[in-house]
């Protein structure tokens, strides 16, 4: 399956949360498409659960080399495809518009055009990013291939129960990537009424229509940050990717911070009360003002949660076919 998550830099605006529950149901030979490496795709690296990875970054900023990320793609269990910030949501808008390829002048006569993991004898690699002519100019320039993932699980810092998203903070290409992929799950740190969504709709860059499922997971995005919500937690960003350095860390990390937890109540408290309280304290606090009249509270979040299982569970009922 081809997997995509939506985020900002790599240390914001990504449900990293979404990566471990993969995890924890067992997901294995993942193609994964990221605009660039996060702490999810560097711990879905470290865990085995990737056989492809296609990005434009692989660090992760001041916390250093993603080392999950660089333990699988020098053991070979990994093919990380290398591609430029500028031509990952090139390739994505080429998904949302059912382009056949798309035009490019950036990576020409590069390196990320001549070297592909996928073709790792063929230099220079003619599949990658093949020469076309431009018709007008008679230029010769390059052609991306367009991505369309499966499934996106994109990170919104707003969302209403019908699937709008909101974000704050740099977008990077979670616009371009909500329209490309097949499949889009939102993950929202809030959950907010629909009235929201009408008193701001030129701040609706993800619209119900293309949405499949909402999730309400606060600190979806954590250890990384989500601006507006909070702040990096930066001491677990440096003990995670040290831990992801070596099978053995690899392995008690994902035993205490993926398998360690049963629900939200407990993954809240394996982030810790006090912690929360701190990361919350954010100096972008600000940003969601105008938005938290209209914040839904948990107890109606589970309520609408269980409406629509309930809703979900009669219509499979009423399809099912006697024998």
């Known amino acids: 399956m081809q997997y995509a998550a939506g985020a900002a830099l790599p ?5 990293i949360a979404f990566g471990r529950e993969l995890l924890r149901q067992g997901r294995r030979n993942l193609h994964a498409l990221f605009h660039c490496n996060s702490q999810q795709s560097n711990l879905l690296a470290g865990a085995g659960a990737l ?3 296609e990005c434009g970054f692989s660090g992760l900023e001041g916390f250093g080399f993603a080392n999950g990320l660089r ?3 020098e053991s070979g269990q990994l093919l990380l495809e290398d591609y430029s910030n500028l031509a990952m949501p090139l390739r994505f808008l080429g998904g949302a518009l059912n382009w056949p390829f798309v035009p490019t002048t950036t990576c020409i006569g590069s390196d990320i055009q001549h070297f592909s993991a996928y073709a790792p004898d063929e230099v220079p690699a003619r599949g990658k990013i093949p020469p ?5 100019s008679g230029r010769e320039i390059g052609a991306l291939s367009p991505l369309r993932p499966d499934l996106a699980a994109i990170h919104v810092t707003l969302a209403d129960p019908r699937g709008n998203g909101i974000l704050i903070g740099s977008e990077w290409s979670r616009f371009e990537l909500s329209r490309a992929a097949r499949r889009v799950v939102l993950i929202a740190d809030h959950i907010v009424d629909t009235d929201c969504m009408r008193q701001y709709p030129n701040l609706v860059r993800i619209p119900d229509v293309i949405v499949e499922a909402v999730v309400w997971w606060p600190f979806s995005a954590w250890p990384a940050a989500s ?8 001491t677990h960003m440096k003990r995670m990717n040290e831990a992801l350095g070596s099978a053995e860390g690899t392995a008690a990390y994902l035993a205490e911070y993926v398998h360690g937890y049963a ?6 408290a ?3 009360e006090d912690n929360r309280r701190a990361l919350a304290d954010t100096a972008t606090a600000f940003l969601l003002d105008p938005y938290r009249r209209w914040f839904l509270p948990r107890e109606r979040i589970e309520a609408l949660a269980a409406a629509n299982l309930a ?3 009669a219509r499979n009922a009423a399809t099912e076919v006697p024998a």
Not at 11 to 15: F, H, L, N, T
Not at 132 to 136: G, I, M, N, S
């Open 11 to 15: 240390v914001g605006a990504d449900a």
């Open 51 to 53: 056989d492809k990875l």
């Open 311 to 313: 809703g979900t569970s």
């Open 227 to 234: 601006p507006g919500v909070h702040d990096a937690d930066e």
């Open 71 to 73: 333990r699988a793609v």
């Open 263 to 268: 629900d939200l109540d407990a993954y809240l």
């Open 132 to 136: 076309v002519r431009d018709p007008f």
């Open 270 to 272: 394996l982030i810790g």
